[in-house]
């Protein structure tokens, strides 16, 4: 039972280029989300998906776009990358809804740096 | 909109002292409330969860919460912190009649003093 898998650990990209972050969980979780996670800010949502097929946008989205096929899989992707998209990204996984009682488990995270 | 005001940014501490991080949240009639923590270059995991019940919430690694409906608090406790306690702590609101997201804090850094 591996959890919440992020690839890549780390990611240069020059501005323009776009690009995939990877998520995967192997708990049978429904509930998906992204955050990313700058200086001082704590810990914005981008997207989430309380299950497959279904997608919402959170507090800051744009200039990002998911998709939700698969229960295990939530991709996250960067159309045309700017520097303010210089950031850690954590993808976390729930059972079903992410204001109930279940617990949220974060991927170890992504770091991206935008040239 | 739920959201949570985490007043310190950092929070310096000697080691076997005592520490307390404080969490406020905008109020509304329900609301669960969580500490997670993230240690350097790790994802965040929970600490202790306020759902319903007991207002003094035990968690992990000696830490506790008190919820305090009326001044709309979750401050986070230790008695006594251990160098290993270096870390980001994060306080997050959600919306129990509401399916969607919860609301995280801006963090609070504790540092450990030897």
């Known amino acids: 039972n591996a959890g919440v898998t992020q690839t890549p650990k780390f990611q240069v990209l020059k501005t323009g280029q776009s690009m995939t972050l990877q998520c995967a969980q192997d708990m049978n979780h429904e509930y998906m989300s992204w955050y990313r996670q700058d200086p001082g800010m704590g810990l914005r949502l981008i997207h989430y998906?309380?299950?497959?097929?279904?997608?919402d946008q959170g507090e800051v989205p744009n200039g990002y776009n998911v998709s939700r096929s698969t229960t295990e899989d939530f991709p996250l992707r960067l159309l045309s990358a700017a520097p303010s998209q210089t950031s850690v990204y954590f993808c976390?996984?729930?059972?079903?809804?992410?204001?109930?009682?279940?617990?949220?488990?974060f991927g170890a995270g992504t770091r991206l740096s935008v040239l | 909109a739920q959201s949570v005001t985490q007043l310190d940014s950092q929070v310096p501490v000697f080691e076997e002292a005592p520490v307390e991080l404080r969490c406020n949240y905008s109020?509304?009639?329900?609301?669960?409330l969580f500490w997670y923590v993230q240690y350097p270059n790790q994802g965040l995991q929970l600490l202790l969860k306020?759902?319903?019940?007991?207002?003094l919430v035990k968690g992990i690694n000696g830490f506790e919460a008190e919820f305090n409906k009326s001044q709309t608090s979750f401050h986070l406790r230790k008695p006594s912190v251990h160098i290993s306690d270096t870390a980001e702590y994060f306080c997050a609101v959600s919306d129990p009649y509401r399916d969607d997201k919860i609301i995280f804090g801006k963090g609070t850094r504790l540092h450990i003093l030897p």
């Open positions: 306020y759902l319903s019940g007991s207002t």
């Open positions: 998906s309380v299950g497959a097929g279904i997608t």
């Open positions: 976390a996984s729930s059972t079903d809804r992410a204001s109930s009682k279940n617990i949220q488990y």
């Open positions: 109020s509304s009639v329900s609301v669960y």
